[in-house]
């Protein structure tokens, strides 16, 4: 099986970063059944992703996370919890990618790979913090799903077609940061008229952060 090259590599290290922000375990176990089954050459620093054991233990997460990141208010606190975890392991993670034989790019790709690791785990949070602000749960569950598919897209996409992944993936944070304004500035005036409330001043309510436009006859 052919060893993957450079532009592979440097997809896999920005995919794995960016999708450990948003799904650490499920990243872990998609890698590690790659390896496992010979679908992809994995990189000396990540074969040990293939190990049986941690396989095991990441697809225990990932089905514990699948649940709890679809029940509003417990995935904020689920994600709350993982930030201190996430961060650092994306950066491990896309670390591991190149590995100690180039430990130039190896510090490299862990900077950067820490970096869009916490930019996709802001962009998850604040928006599903936001998300959590409407009554029904339907938006909840829809963006949760859509998460869980982004994540092996990704993975495949940067192997499969990794110029093309790179080019998604320069949009893909243009939107994340323009999602973390979005979410933050809605959050912030929300944090505003509960000191309000609690302070007796009068509450002109808040804008909700994603909304639908409708036409004047109530179509959409």
């Known amino acids: 099986m052919a060893q993957l090259d ?19 375990y499920l990243v872990v176990l998609l890698t590690g059944l790659a390896g496992y089954l010979g679908w ?7 074969q040990m992703l293939a190990h049986p054991a941690v396989i095991a233990a990441s697809g225990f997460m990932v089905f514990i996370e699948f649940f709890a990141d679809k029940i509003p208010g417990l995935d904020s606190l689920w994600d709350m919890v993982h930030t201190v975890i996430r ?6 993670l896309a670390a591991s ?27 998850k949070s604040t928006t599903r913090a936001a998300i959590n602000t409407s009554p029904e749960p339907f938006s909840n569950v ?26 998604l993936f320069v949009v893909l944070l243009v939107l994340s940061v323009w999602l973390i304004r979005k979410s933050w500035r809605f959050l912030r005036a929300l944090f505003g008229r509960v000191a309000r ?23 959409i």
């Open 97 to 123: 990618v190149f590995g100690a034989d180039h430990a130039l790019m190896a510090v490299v790709a862990a900077l950067l790979g820490g970096g869009f690791a916490a930019t996709a785990h802001v962009a």
């Open 6 to 24: 450079l532009p592979q590599l440097l997809a896999l290290a920005a995919a794995i970063g960016w999708a450990s922000g948003v799904r650490l």
């Open 142 to 167: 829809g963006a949760s799903l859509v998460e869980d598919s982004m994540v092996p897209a990704g993975l495949w996409l940067a192997v499969a077609h990794p110029l093309v992944f790179l080019l």
């Open 197 to 219: 409330i609690f302070s007796g001043r009068p509450d002109p309510g808040v804008t909700p952060a994603f909304r639908v436009a409708r036409r004047e006859d109530g179509s």
């Open 87 to 92: 961060i650092p392991a994306g950066a491990a």
């Open 40 to 46: 992809v050459p994995l990189p000396g620093g990540l």
